[in-house]
Nanobody, 114 residues
């Protein structure tokens, strides 16, 4: 059973930046690709960024060019740098592997005001 802890969310004006961090228990990120997901109000959770062990990144079209997923110093930590934020980026952001483990963390709320 994995444990995932997200942090770094907050309230920011459009055009601003946030840096999200995720720490996972165990070694799931050494086995599976890392991912960041978000769930906008009233919408399904979606994968927005992915990082493989080999360094390949993939992004949803909605965030491409603005978000960057990366590893931190520890292999169990993943970061999402979010720049040029838009109100439509508002939602709860979660980290997990891709494909996701059964357990999800509490997420971290990102609110972008216009």
């Amino acid at each position: 059973q994995v444990q995932l802890v997200e942090s770094g969310g907050g309230l920011v004006q459009a055009g601003g930046s946030l840096r999200l961090s995720c720490v996972a228990s165990g070694n799931i990120f050494s086995i599976w690709p890392m991912g960041w997901y978000r769930q906008a109000p009233g919408k399904q959770r979606e994968l927005v960024a992915r990082l493989t062990r080999g360094g390949t990144t993939n992004y949803a079209d909605s965030v491409k060019g603005r978000f960057t997923i990366s590893r931190d110093k520890s292999e169990n930590t993943v970061v999402l740098q979010m720049n040029s934020l838009k109100p439509e980026d508002t939602g709860i952001y979660y980290c997990n592997s891709d494909p996701p483990a059964r357990d999800w963390g509490q997420g971290t709320q990102v609110t972008v005001s216009s």
